[in-house]
């Protein structure tokens, strides 16, 4: 993969996107639906994910290439839910523990979630305290052996119900810290199974195999050895991981505008209205066209972004940046493939229904759009 070019990395026939397009059509496509009814993936099914090698592709390095191909596919699988549980099992919250983690913890949770014996969850946001982390209440406070007894909520935390651990962050220190900074905080592996933790399903209007829940913990005991890397670095871990946290939801975006501008593509050719196809029309020709030349911009920024990570350069600006684009862009690939689709890309149990409710948390989770735009002015030389 290092000496891919970037044409070569886009293009279908590489060996590593037929390679997962294989894997997913085996391991995801025959059971997503199944899983959108149970609302979240099953034991069964992330054995199976493991099984097949989903799990092993680098989050760093060179190889991280192998796995901007896999995000981007499993965004055009067409069923967010799964992406994002995926996403968040074996990128996101794996990342914390690939960058961060000291060797003991990663022998102890990595190996688990590389073979899908233990899902990861990642517990950062609260109810009051989502795109603004400073205003989170959660505490961890000392036990007197090393480890700590922690207390909060925690909301909207993907593959809440069915998670082995939970990457929590909470404040550990309280002397000395503003109210509302993230100074004094830190982040802790909680065992899913440890006493005092209770989840409870948060339904949402699309993600419904993401198994989003709210995290409820009260005093929980989390032993020594527990807490990642340095309390007084964690500010420093959060702006690195979501950097990351956004290329990654960016990669899976543009494989969800892709799918939604196949299935529109697709219908306006076939589909006929007053004698000719649906596609006649100048204006969904336009539109199509409009989608196309954007998806070709954003794909292409996107891979060339997972370079610059993959190189170790990733920045605020090029991670929010594509977050912002690509997301935006699925939303706006979903509306035109329910607008002509008509009715029967309303009903509710429609890919074209799923598409649509599905894009529209891409635009809210890994920071808000409008978050994403103050950083990308932020980190702009208007020159």
Excluded at 22 to 41: F, M, S
Excluded at 141 to 149: M, Q
């Amino acid at each position: 993969m290092k000496n891919d070019s970037l044409p070569a990395l886009l293009a279908a026939s590489h060996p590593v996107r037929s390679w997962v397009r294989a894997a997913l059509e085996q391991t995801v496509l025959p059971h997503a639906d199944e899983w959108e009814r149970a609302r979240g993936i099953p034991p069964g099914g992330w054995r199976e994910l493991a099984a097949a090698g989903l799990f092993g592709l680098p989050s760093a390095g060179a190889g991280f290439m192998e796995s901007a191909i896999l995000l981007e596919e499993l965004g055009r699988t067409g069923y967010a839910g799964v992406r994002a549980a995926v996403a968040v099992h074996t990128y996101m919250t794996a990342f914390y523990l690939d960058r961060f983690g000291s060797p003991h913890q990663q022998a102890a949770y990595l190996p688990d979630v590389r073979e899908g014996r233990r899902v990861a969850a990642l517990a950062l946001s609260e109810p009051e305290a989502g795109t603004d982390l400073n205003g989170i209440t959660t505490r961890a406070e000392p036990d007197g052996a090393g480890g700590y007894r922690v207390s909060g909520r925690k909301a909207h935390v993907t593959n809440g119900s069915r998670a082995g651990f939970f990457l929590c962050l909470a404040r550990v220190r309280t002397a000395g810290s503003r109210p509302r900074s993230l100074a004094g905080c830190g982040l802790l592996l909680v065992d899913a199974d440890a006493p005092g933790v209770t989840t409870t399903a948060e339904p949402m209007v699309g993600w419904r195999a993401a198994d989003v829940c709210e995290v409820t913990l009260d005093s929980v005991p989390v032993p020594a050895g527990r807490l990642l890397g340095k309390a007084g670095h964690t500010l420093s871990y959060l702006m690195t991981a979501l950097d990351f946290e956004r290329l990654v939801a960016g990669l899976l975006a543009i494989g969800g505008a892709s799918r939604s501008l196949a299935l529109t593509g697709s219908f306006a050719r076939g589909h006929h209205v007053n004698g000719a196809p649906l596609a006649a029309n100048q204006a969904v020709r336009h539109t199509l066209a409009d989608l196309a030349a954007e998806l070709d911009l954003v794909r292409t920024y996107g891979y060339s972004a997972a370079m610059r990570h993959a190189e170790g350069r990733l920045d605020t600006g090029t991670a929010s940046t594509l977050k912002l684009r690509a997301t935006e862009l699925a939303v706006s690939a979903a509306r035109a493939c329910t607008q002509y689709h008509g009715a029967r890309g309303y009903r509710e149990d429609s890919e074209i229904a799923r598409v649509h409710r599905d894009a529209a948390a891409g635009t809210i989770t890994a920071g808000a759009s409008e978050l994403m735009r103050d950083l990308i002015f932020e980190t702009t030389e208007f020159t």
